[in-house]
């Protein structure tokens, strides 16, 4: 009876690491497959003013004047939150209508990672 509550017990805390390991999983998962559709999103919507690089140096951003990345980065978040929102006066569209809240973050999130890209 001992040898078969054991066994129980050795299979019980199999399944409880197994399952534990899954959860972990499922919530790193989100995150990692927003970070892609921000890069994927930002490559197809932003990069051509501000470059896949963020230093704006492509040919529209230069007419337009976009600075790079490493002279934005000290602007709040929430400021660039909002410019991507509704846009910047002629030369930029706002996207709120077009992509969600946490797009939008992403995609924030996703440009100023390119600053610390471009200083290594």
Known sequence: ??????K????RSRLEFVLVGLAIIC???PGALCAQDASA???KKCAVCHG???M????????VHVKAVSANINNPEADQIKIVEDGKG????????????DQIKGLVEYYRSLAVTAKK
């Open 1 to 6: 009876m001992t040898l078969i509550r054991g």
């Open 8 to 11: 129980l017990e050795l299979k």
């Open 27 to 29: 919530l790193a998962l």
């Open 41 to 43: 999103l930002f490559n």
């Open 52 to 54: 896949k690089d963020g």
């Open 56 to 63: 704006g140096q492509t040919a529209k951003g230069k007419k």
């Open 90 to 101: 002629d030369d930029m569209d706002g996207y709120k209508k077009d992509f969600s809240a």
